[in-house]
């Protein structure tokens, strides 16, 4: 019996009333149509102030074709994404670190207290100071009410689109996909982030590996991400590199009254600054990009649940028969 199940005075469990669940649910749906007609509104007021823009674009548009004759007739033209390289090597590293994070998730999560941490509940630890080590840590606990298949088929869907990462960025990023490979359980990519507005810095170069385990009756994901910022013009790296790993174990959570599977989800994250040790780079993660980072993963973990949740409803909305739908 999992710890966090309170038992009445005879002993026996009192499970969770399923109605509690899709009220929060509901809740957090009413939330997300409440911000798309914000977004509606607000898109409307963008449209009418890219039509007063649209001359100007016109003007920048001519001069930067300009430019770029003048560019390609110098031979001066600059690269925007650093030269493609063979990834397969840090893949391999990165799958042994995987497969060896995977061998120890239990006694892991066991170690960081998660048979303490309430369902729902979450923990998160900033150590803003350290310049080589762990500087972000974060660990949550949910109950998802959706059966385990579907819930593992949603957060696989998550994990392993580029093109989700592509949609949270503003047009301050451009995304520059260079490798993928996929099979049943693994997907492995590099990319690279083009960034604007930083002096120095023109994006990030990034390889991820994501690996899903089956075991008994719960699935693991593990994933790995590797990030290195690179230095304008030259394209090598500024000296050190971001070490992210996420972790997440999905069982089968206690039945609910009207005996609907639920899911429970547990999820442990945590982010290593990683001194590269290049001669006369002398270039630290500066409190700036900290804190960016910091808000950034801080709103990533907790949507995970919300975007499993969201997909899933959506595709529950979507089969509903037309005879159905019509007096919803």
């Given amino acids: 019996m999992p710890s966090n199940v309170s038992v009445d005075q005879g002993g026996k469990p009192v499970k969770p009333s399923n109605i509690s669940l899709w009220k929060h649910a509901a809740m957090r749906q009413l939330e997300r149509r409440r911000e798309v007609e914000e977004k509606n509104v607000k898109l409307k007021e963008m449209l009418e102030m890219q039509v007063q823009e649209a001359k100007c674009l016109q003007r920048i548009l001519k001069r930067r074709r300009k430019i770029q004759m003048m560019e390609d007739m ?19 590293q990165m799958l042994r670190h995987i497969e060896n994070m995977f061998t120890i998730v239990e006694i892991y999560f066991a170690k960081k207290g998660f048979n303490s941490l309430p369902c729902p509940g979450q923990k998160r630890k900033v150590s803003k100071n350290v310049i080589t080590g762990v500087f972000y840590e974060q660990m949550q606990k949910s109950l998802l009410p959706f059966e385990i298949h579907s819930s593992e088929r949603a957060l696989w869907k998550v994990l392993t689109e580029n093109a989700t990462e592509r949609s949270k960025h503003g047009s301050m990023v451009e995304f520059h996909e260079h490798h993928v490979k996929k099979s049943h359980n693994t997907v492995a990519s590099s990319y690279f982030f083009s960034t604007r507005g930083d002096a120095e810095i023109c994006g990030v170069q990034v390889q991820k590996v994501t690996r899903k385990f089956v075991k008994d009756d719960k699935v693991v994901f593990v994933c790995n991400m590797l990030a290195e910022p690179l230095i304008k013009s030259t394209f090598l790296s500024v000296g050190y590199q971001l070490n992210a790993t996420l972790q997440v174990v999905m069982e089968r959570g206690w039945p609910s009254i009207s005996a609907d599977d639920t899911t429970q ?9 990683q001194d590269l040790v290049i001669p006369g780079s002398g270039k630290s993660l500066s409190r700036g990009h900290v804190d960016i980072c910091v808000t950034m993963w801080g709103n990533l973990i907790p949507g995970l649940h919300s975007e499993i949740e969201s997909m899933l409803i959506d595709e529950g909305a979507n089969s509903i028969p037309t005879e159905f739908a019509v007096f919803s």
């Fill in 265 to 273: 989800l547990s999820i442990h994250f945590d982010v290593m600054c």
């Fill in 74 to 92: 110098l031979g001066v033209k600059n690269r925007i994404t650093p030269p493609t390289i063979d990834d397969s090597q840090i893949f391999a």
